[in-house]
Structure formats: C-alpha cells, structure tokens
C-alpha cells in the first residue's frame, strides 16, 4: 500500500477531511487517487462503488449504463430505477434516481468514485445530472470526482453551498474558483479570440462611450499585473503625465460604469485597483477569461509526461482558440500579442499532429500539421512532419509537392534551401 510519506496523503485524512460533505472533488494531478487505488486494491472497499469512465463514453446515458452495469458485477439488484429513468426520464430525474439506489444499499457509508471524468461531455445535460445527484444524496452517500480538468460549473454552486471538500489544493497558488465565496459575486465573462466582446453578469456589454474604454478594457484583462508607466506609454505616450493621468481615470471610470449597469444593484464593480505600485484584478468579480485559459492549457499541455492528457490539453487550447486574438484590430500592442497567441495556436496543432503520428493516426495527423501550417508556414520541422505522413499513407508524388512548395517557400521568404534531415526523407522516393 502507498505510504502517507510517498503520497502526502491517507486514506484516513481524507476520510477526515471529507467528514459531512456530499461531494469530494480530487483536484486535479493530486495523489489522493493513487491513495484511493491503493485502498482498494489491498481490500479495502467496504462501502465503495468505483467506475472509470470508458473512453468514448462521453454521452450521459453510455456513461452511466456502463456504470449500471458495473456495479451489478457486485449488486445484482441494483439499478432498476435507474434503468427506467435512463428509458423514461431525463437526466435530473436519472441523477436522483442514481442517488436513491444509493441510499437503498447496505452499509455506513456509500461512497460512489467516478474516475477520469474528463472524459464525458460538460454539457448542460451533465450538469442536471451531477445537481440532481448531489440534491438527492442521503447522510451515508458521497460523490467522489477525479478528473484531470475541473470545469466550473456545476461545481462551484455545490461548493458555495458547502456540500464539497476539494481536496488536493494545499500547495496550488490557483486553486481560487473552489474556494467558498459568502455571497456570489457577479461573473464577468470576456472572449478576445475574434472580435472580443464582454458579458457581465449575463448581459452583453454592447456600449462602451467609445474606443478607449473597449481598449483598456482588454488590455486590463489581457495584463492582470501592470503599473501605471506601462499604461501610459501604451496609450499615451505623447500625453503629459498630468495629461494623461486625467484621460486614464476618466476611462477606467467608464469601464467601470459599463461592468456596473449590466450587475444592476448600484454597487460599483472596478476591472481593476491599485496595490503596492500595480494596478490588479478587483475582487468584486470573478473573472473568466478565454485567453487565460487558453494558456493554461497550452502550459499544462508542455508540462505533462502523459501523452493523452497531452492531448486532452492540446485539444482544449484548439478549441478555445476561435479566431486570431482581437482581429482585426491593429494596434501594437494587439498585434504584438496576437502574433505571439498565433504561435501557440500553432503549437498545439502540431503537437496534436505528433501524438496523432504516433499513434499511426496519418490522416489524422496530416489534418493536423496542415493546420498548423497555415499558423507557422515557415517552421520546416511542421513542412517535414506532413511530408512524412504523405509518405507513410503512401503518397509520395504529394511528399514531393510539399517538398517543392517548401523549397520555393524558403527561398523566397529567406534565401536557403530545405535542410538536409527534410532532403534526406525523399531519398530513395519514386
């Protein structure tokens, strides 16, 4: 069995830890599932009813049939109500009927372990489920969840009414979405991949009194720690210091206003305040940024050692990435960063292609490095990775166009030749 040493972690802390709550949230990359493991596969499991989701059931009702039928290995008579509701019902109604059958087992306590949840669809469906679950859970039920991602909702309203233990977080610096908040704050959603827009608290933000507002709005979001210098000499570098001082406020009161209409309460909601020197988030909002988490992917995607959670990150960043940042925009601070968001774009496509290569997934992987391409047309490394998925599909005549376009490529943009190793994949080649 793993020790407490090994892990940092016990079966007995989490027992513990997750003492009165319905819903014990493993956050992700913590060694709590390594405890869990080990505890039941040393006997253990009195009590536990534990499925890993199987790939390729992302839809609700795959997912938890297998589920169903997993738990019958152990409860011959278990499910039936269940089984109607799945035939009959949707899915709040399958999730208080999975927490009933629950309630009718035997035992102290029913701890019911769904691992690598990740891999079913976050959707609206989805969260029905999970909150008709939780709702419906009795005092001896609990709900564990690992995942490798944790979306927000619809976890965070089950943490905000005290019914989770997030577990794993001790050592995390953003750990701040499962964090307990006394009164729900409002929510400002802001997407810069394409034209940008913001919703705060649920309502688009459609007027701005003008450009300026719009522009430090997205650069408040886009630099969460800047002092005012910064500011200044981005859009306003002509203007006195008194001078621009006075434009700064008056433009970051309009910010504020614009964030405080759609709230409604008359409260004054700032994007940001001043400390120690910066100016930084405030926190009178919570915020959800798709550029933000559109790195973080790409960061965890870089990080990791385990090629499908690779993978799952990748995707993630591909997905989140809509259209080139804030376009078509063109002043110079946006195009600086929309260049170097590009970059990554284009990195996730081609690291997509490689763990596509290999997996000897060719046309899927030569999808990917086309791509990618159309991102980074000048990175031979990319050109080489399609050439060679040409060849090992067969396609050779289509190695030797790519090559071709390459080469007129490279010598019109700057002045070389294909190098040896991308030469060297078409030797011998008909």
Do not use: C
Not at 195 to 202: E, K, P, T, V
Not at 262 to 286: I, R
Not at 371 to 389: F, K, N, S, V
């Amino acid at each position: 069995m793993l020790s407490q040493e090994v892990t940092n972690v016990s079966f007995d802390s989490f027992k513990a830890s997750s003492a009165g709550k319905k819903v014990i949230l493993l956050y992700p990359w913590t060694n709590y599932r390594n405890v869990f493991l080990s505890y039941f596969m040393n006997g253990g499991s009195e009590g536990l009813l534990y499925y890993r989701i199987a790939e390729g059931d992302a839809d609700l009702s795959a997912w938890v049939r297998g589920l169903l039928e997993e738990i019958r290995l152990i409860e011959a008579d278990f499910g039936g109500q269940l089984e109607s509701a799945l035939e009959d019902g949707g899915a709040a109604e399958a999730g208080a009927a999975l927490a009933a059958e629950m309630g009718r087992l035997s035992g102290e306590r029913v701890i019911l372990y769904l691992d690598e949840l990740d891999r079913v669809n976050q959707d609206a469906e989805f969260r029905q489920f999970i909150t008709a679950l939780v709702e419906n859970l009795d005092e001896k039920s609990q709900l564990v969840v690992n995942s490798r991602l944790l979306t927000y909702d619809p976890w965070i309203q089950l943490v905000n009414h005290d019914l989770v233990s997030v577990m794993g977080t001790a050592h995390r610096s953003n750990n701040l979405m499962f964090m307990k908040e006394v009164t729900l704050k409002p929510q400002l959603e802001v997407y810069a991949f394409g034209r940008g827009h913001a919703i705060s608290n649920g309502r688009e933000i459609k007027s701005w009194d003008g450009a300026l507002p719009r522009n430090l709005f997205f650069y408040f979001m886009d630099n969460p720690l800047v002092t005012r210098d910064q500011i200044f000499e981005i859009f306003w570098p002509k203007l006195s210091i008194r001078d621009a001082t006075n434009v700064f406020h008056v433009t970051k009161r309009k910010i504020t206003e614009r964030i405080s209409i759609n709230v409604g309460d008359g409260e004054n909601y700032e994007l940001t305040n001043y400390s120690t020197g910066f100016y930084v988030p405030g926190d009178k909002v919570v915020r959800h940024y798709d550029v933000a988490d559109f790195e973080q992917a790409m960061e965890g995607a870089l990080l990791s050692t385990d090629a499908r959670e690779r993978q799952m990150l990748y995707r993630q960043a591909i997905d989140i990435y809509k259209a080139p940042f804030l376009y078509p925009l063109k002043l110079p601070w946006i195009q600086a960063r929309r260049k170097q968001l590009q970059a990554m774009y284009g990195e996730a496509l081609n690291g997509m292609a490689r763990l596509k290569a290999d997996e000897q997934a060719w046309e899927e992987a030569l999808g990917f490095y086309t791509r990618a391409l159309r991102e980074l047309p000048q990175r031979e490394d990319i050109h080489r990775g399609a050439m060679q998925m040409y060849i090992n599909l067969g396609r050779n005549a289509d190695a030797w166009e790519h090559y071709s376009l390459l080469e007129r490529l490279l010598k019109r943009k700057l002045g070389v030749k294909p190098s040896r190793d991308t030469q060297a994949l078409l030797e011998g080649l008909i």
